[in-house]
């Protein structure tokens, strides 16, 4: 009913503009990565042609991020950094979706209000509140010298002294990523378990296998798809972040990949190696996002059939 | 056999078996989980919750409570959000951007959509591929890219407000197109078919039968993208020219990395009432829109600002 040119003439403006302001940009990232650098100005000379390609600051930059490189600590720090947070996201996150799913009954609609509410709180917001309650004598603090864990965690060597949290500790670093990312890792957990049709519980229970068999042989494959999406989709922001680390700790010793290339774009003096930290960031990224698009590609699909 | 209805027999059982009864019971309501369930709620909102409350504090600490005070807001003559020039010009720029981002990207994304999902030929398959790239891309790299694309090929805008606009603009985008997306299939094309059946054009089937089916995810779309917008810090960072581009969340990391005064606090609390209303009012619009329609799935999802 409608004239063959209309549909993709109304997607024009937009694909253009992601032209333009998406993949253009991109290409940017890559002609000054692989560009020359002005020796005078020390500003960043693009090479647009890839036969003009400079690979020596590229390489540089790979060999500094191999091991026994300079970046090479911060690279193993941020792979520690993002499993440890995403397995204490998917430890606290799971029960909390699986309980919102299957039991929270009639306060599930307060429950899910709760869970979204932190999406829509500015997420420096959420650092800022972390960072007033970690402070010497913020509430945090003087709670965990109180009940005793700051001892404990001093023994173990988590922190240097008993209210030094903001200090540059990994530990504090971990807990603001996993506070930050894990509402995020959730929604897509709720949704999944929440999908999951009851009949094949209650087959699962009929055929007699426990409730601990259930969970493992029925709900846990068959939530597999919200694990992955949800872990993927916290562990790209991620690897890319640089914010988190200096909000709660601003110290060398918990810098990740991400503060290396923000150092090279403010206050540092060479753009050309950030570039090349980014286009090899965003290298190794590109599997995690393939897959993330593959799944939404897929959820779209099924939508449009239905 | 279970230990619970077992219990229930034997009345004479021990204290210790009947509480490990009642711990361990497969077939009992759940113990553990709504326990774990509330202690994360309290842990993800209570600190925002004192971050607001220091914002009322009666002394320059954000530690110690010294009574209640509005001097933050409005009371003190040089650093509360009302009188201080650089935390009032922030919170300007945070809405004019927020503002410009809604007014170009909302149509833009609604457009999108509708070309998405209904072009069927050469090139659409990579177009939505492209779409969804911005969803995915961390921060960092997008705004690395936009820094240099409007340093070294589009040098006539340069790291300015434009810049950031731009910027904006383009990570929201997709987040439109995901919601009215989302929307499009949930109509399907029955009622246009109708309209057409009956004797519509398709500018009139366009305009007074899919743009009215269309409007709650508009709306939706509206305030989740005035919302990302105002929360953004990295790229309004990145494409940045310095005290003039200061956003609210800008000021907040820098002013946290000195020595904050409860001020940050205050203009942190001011951000979060004006996203929540933002998106409460989108969501009871949506509500009051959608009226009578089977509710499946429904905002939460879309809420939430995708689906997957």
Known sequence: ?306 | MTTATAAAAKPEFTLWQRLSGWVMNPWGRPRFLPLITWLYMAWSIIPVLIAIQFSFNDSRSRTVWAGFSTRWYWGDPNDSVWHNTQLRDALYQSLKLAAADVVVAVPLGVLLALGLARWRGHGSGPSNFLMLFPLVTPEIVMGVSLFLVFTHIFTFIHPSTTAQILGHITFSVSFVVVIVRGRLFSIGRQYEEAAADLGATPAQALRLVLFPLLVPAIVASAAITFAISIDDFVISQYLSCGASCTTVPIFIYSSTRAAPLPNTNAIASIMVVFTLVAVGLGYLFYRIFTRGESREGGMTGEMAGFEL
């Not at chain 1, 042609?49 to 026994?68: V, Y």
């Not at chain 1, 957990?189 to 601990?212: N, Q, T, V």
């Not at chain 1, 042989?217 to 790209?236: D, E, F, N, Q």
């Not at chain 1, 290396?260 to 090899?280: E, K, R």
Request: hydrophobic share 50%; glycine share 8%; proline share 7%.
């Open chain 1, 1 to 306: 009913m409608y004239p063959r040119w209309l549909w993709p003439g109304v997607a024009l403006p937009g694909v253009v503009w992601l032209i333009l302001l998406f993949l253009i940009p991109f290409y940017a990232v890559i002609g000054v990565a692989f560009g020359t650098v002005n020796p005078l100005l020390q500003t960043p000379v693009p090479a647009w042609n890839p036969l003009d390609w400079n690979l020596g600051w590229m390489s540089q930059t790979l060999n500094n991020l191999a091991p026994g490189g300079i970046y090479w600590g911060a690279v193993t720090r941020t792979v520690e950094y993002v499993i440890i947070s995403l397995a204490l996201c998917l430890l606290i996150g799971y029960p909390v979706a699986y309980y919102i799913a299957r039991h929270a009954g009639r306060t599930k609609n307060l429950l899910l209000i709760l869970l979204i509410i932190p999406f829509w709180i500015s997420y420096l917001m959420r650092m800022l509140a972390w960072v007033n309650l970690l402070d010497p004598s913020g509430y945090a603090t003087r709670f965990m010298s109180f009940i005793g864990f700051s001892n404990l965690a001093v023994h173990l060597g988590l922190i240097t002294s008993d209210t030094n949290w903001l200090g540059g500790a990994s530990v504090t670093v971990i807990l603001a990523l996993v506070y930050g990312y894990i509402p995020y890792l959730i929604l897509p957990l709720y949704a999944a378990l929440d999908r999951i049709d009851k009949s094949h519980l209650e087959a699962s229970r009929d055929l007699g296998a426990s409730p601990w068999k259930t969970f493992l042989h029925v709900t846990l494959p068959l939530s597999k798809t919200g694990i992955l999406g949800g872990c993927v989709l916290i562990a790209l922001p991620m690897f890319g972040d640089y914010y988190t680390p200096n909000m709660v700790s601003s110290a060398p010793s918990t810098s990740m990949i991400g503060n290396q290339i923000d150092l090279y774009f403010h206050g540092g003096p060479q753009p050309t190696i950030g570039a090349a930290i980014t286009v090899v960031l965003s290298a190794f990224l590109v599997i995690l996002m393939g897959y993330y698009m593959w799944a939404i590609h897929r959820a779209t699909k099924e939508a449009a059939a239905s």
